[in-house]
């Protein structure tokens, strides 16, 4: 056995080519997640706080600090449990289905799954969010990089190493870190689900 | 250098923020892009989300493009880092999947290669190639399926020559052992 018998060998295992559609699709796909990025980068130099916002903000916040600080303290209690309850349903459906939850949806009609047609959902942390508006709340266990519908609008979930959450939907933006930022009418919150699973 | 009209005014038009030009750089080099990104991975979609990635960073990294390497050359190196970073990050489910990897072999001997139709061919050496250490599989798929020498491969990998023909000598070794089997059938 020799170099070219190894060679030719190797050239005859194809790479397995893809459906036109997707080769038709692949550069709009690449160039939306471009411009969807830049307008990320461009929110984020708007949002950029000057100097006397940040004194104004940091008077307010000791006043209602006090004040959400007594609040929390009693709702936290609610919302360690419904982590828990979370975390559990999580635990039981990965052990299933490994590999394919998108979503796990919570809301007033109980739990439902969201799961992919094949066991190819990248690994990544789980996250946790919690979404309520006019019409109730949602809970979620999805991940970075998956689609979940927020008050009716389609939004992708990104999450960076920090673990920084962001919502980016076609009417939606919103970016965490931390619970209690409003988009529009919805209090949303967001949180890595953990590892001590 | 080797680049046609149409692919620099692509890159002109994409450096200026023209993402219809990038679209179609993109699906002038979709193909080998994906095709690399599956031989370094295995898997199909790890594959296509490495490809996306390549692009991206290709399109953020455009000011440093100056055209002294092929356009194709350049994204392939940005390509192979992505993969290679990519492992990296994934080494844990890697040692996991070699491990099993390795069961599976033991439990199938070299009869799995050596009575197999076409497919399972293919995927005999797509598990042979998935085996080799991260930098020897890079080496092997530039200068094999992308048909490199070894001078173009070192510049793509950031390695001197001699670093590539060792990686390429020792990734052959190892490739005809376990593909004896596969390449005796052939004969």
């Known amino acids: 056995m020799n170099d070219f018998e190894l060679e030719r060998l190797l050239k005859s295992a194809r790479a397995p080519d893809r459906t036109d559609d997707y080769w038709e699709r692949f550069p709009r796909h690449v160039t939306s997640g471009l411009r969807r990025a830049a307008a990320v980068e461009r929110s984020d130099g708007r949002g950029f706080p000057r100097l006397a916002c940040w004194m104004a903000a940091a008077a307010a916040c000791l006043i209602v600090g006090f004040a959400v600080g007594l609040w929390r303290g009693r709702s936290s209690g609610e919302a360690a449990a419904r982590l828990a309850v979370a975390r559990r349903f999580y635990r039981e459906i990965e052990a299933l289905f490994p590999n394919q939850i998108q979503a796990i949806v919570f ?20 996250l946790y969010l919690r979404v309520c508006g006019p019409r109730g709340c949602q809970s979620f266990v999805t991940f970075s990089g998956q689609k979940i519908r927020v008050n009716g609008d389609e939004c992708e979930v990104l999450a960076d190493v920090s673990g920084n959450v962001m919502l980016v939907g076609s009417k939606l933006f919103w970016t965490g870190p931390g619970p209690g930022l409003a988009a529009g009418r919805l209090r949303i919150e967001a949180q890595a689900l953990g590892y001590a699973l | ?19 219809e030009a990038f679209g179609k750089l993109v699906a002038s080099h979709q193909r080998m892009i994906h095709a690399l990104t599956f031989r370094m991975t295995g898997s199909l979609a790890d594959s296509a989300d490495l490809a996306q990635e390549a692009f991206v960073q290709a399109y953020r990294r455009l000011g440093s493009f100056r055209g002294e390497a092929r356009f194709s050359s350049w994204l392939y190196q940005i390509a192979v880092n992505a993969c290679l970073n990519w492992r990296k990050s994934n080494a844990r489910r890697q040692r996991a999947f070699r491990d099993w990897a390795e069961q599976e072999r033991a439990l ?23 085996r080799l250490p991260d930098k020897q599989r890079a080496a092997i798929v530039l200068t094999v399926y992308e048909e490199m020498n070894h ?32 390449l005796q059938q052939d004969e």
């Open chain 2, 1 to 19: 250098m080797g680049d046609s009209g149409d692919e620099l005014e692509w890159i002109r038009r994409s450096r200026e923020g023209d993402s």
């Open chain 2, 151 to 182: 001078a173009e491969a070192a510049r793509v990998l950031g390695c001197s020559e001699t670093t590539v023909s060792w990686r390429v000598f020792a990734a052959r070794r190892k490739l005809k052992r376990w593909l004896k089997p596969a």
């Open chain 2, 108 to 130: 199938h001997s070299d009869s799995h290669c050596a009575n197999s139709g076409n497919d399972e061919r293919t995927r005999c050496v797509q598990d042979a190639l998935i």
């Open chain 1, 107 to 126: 809301d007033q009609r109980g739990a439902r799954l969201i799961l992919a047609e094949n066991p190819d959902v990248p690994d990544s942390p789980p």
